[in-house]
């Protein structure tokens, strides 16, 4: 069975913090994701990486930044947290262009 | 750019059919994916669609029509635990070997006795 682990499950951070979600995935998969998840505006894609040290904007990276040092692990940073980004966030990886295989996703709260 | 659309909400009673449909406008379109996902957890894939045509998976079904820019997900024989969202996506090469997968806000659809 893929896994995929992130982090945190809930997470409560102050406005102006610096805050790391950590994914990782024990498949070997060259392409790992980051969405963010807000009701009415479902699943929206932040970062993408297809290869180590490799990354790509999705449709909404302001306010983010991602690092990708080993295949099996995939960062999401938000270098100064404010409350707009309190969602849930969804990590997952693919081995192609098929199937995503997603994590529990961890729920940000920016107080 | 990429725009996809489902109904935001769907009732249906155990026992019965129901057909979710999906409309998208995609550049450099691919394919089209369906996950299921229960509430408070993450998605899970259900169907991935290149060609036109149905495909069948048990009590869940899949279609495309690549030239109307259309896709449906049958559920068959409906159980109270398929009481979920469903979330449509489409998927585009935008060149030089990278591609984006853009999802649509889900259907919500409660089963009912």
């Known amino acids: 069975d893929v896994k995929v682990t992130q982090s945190s499950r809930y997470l409560v951070k102050r406005t102006g913090e610096k805050v790391f979600l950590e994914c990782v995935q024990d498949?070997?998969?060259?392409?790992m994701f980051w969405y963010r998840q807000d009701p009415g505006l479902g699943l929206r894609l932040i970062y993408f990486s297809y290869d180590v040290k490799m990354k790509e904007k999705g449709d909404i990276p302001e306010g983010y930044s991602v690092s990708r040092e080993k295949k099996e692990r995939f960062s999401l940073i938000l270098e100064s947290a404010s409350t707009n980004q309190t969602s849930m966030y969804l990590c997952a990886s693919s081995p192609s262009m098929r199937e995503q295989y997603f994590g529990p996703g961890t729920r940000l709260t920016v107080t | 750019g990429q725009n996809i659309d489902q109904p935001t909400e769907m009732t249906a009673t155990e026992g019965a059919i129901v057909q979710i449909n999906c409309t998208y406008q995609?550049?450099?379109?691919?394919?089209l994916f369906w996950y299921q996902q229960h509430a408070g957890e993450a998605p899970t894939f259900l169907s991935y669609n290149v060609l036109d045509g149905l495909e069948e998976k048990g009590r869940f079904s899949s279609f495309l029509s690549r030239s109307k820019g259309y896709s449906y997900l049958l559920l068959k024989e409906l159980q109270m635990k398929d009481s979920a969202s469903y979330l449509c996506?489409?998927?585009?090469?935008?060149?030089?070997?990278?591609?984006?997968?853009?999802f649509g806000k889900g259907t919500k659809l409660s089963v009912i006795p």
């Open positions: 995609t550049s450099g379109f691919n394919g």
């Open positions: 498949m070997d998969h060259e392409n």
């Open positions: 996506a489409a998927v585009a090469y935008s060149g030089a070997g990278s591609y984006q997968l853009t």
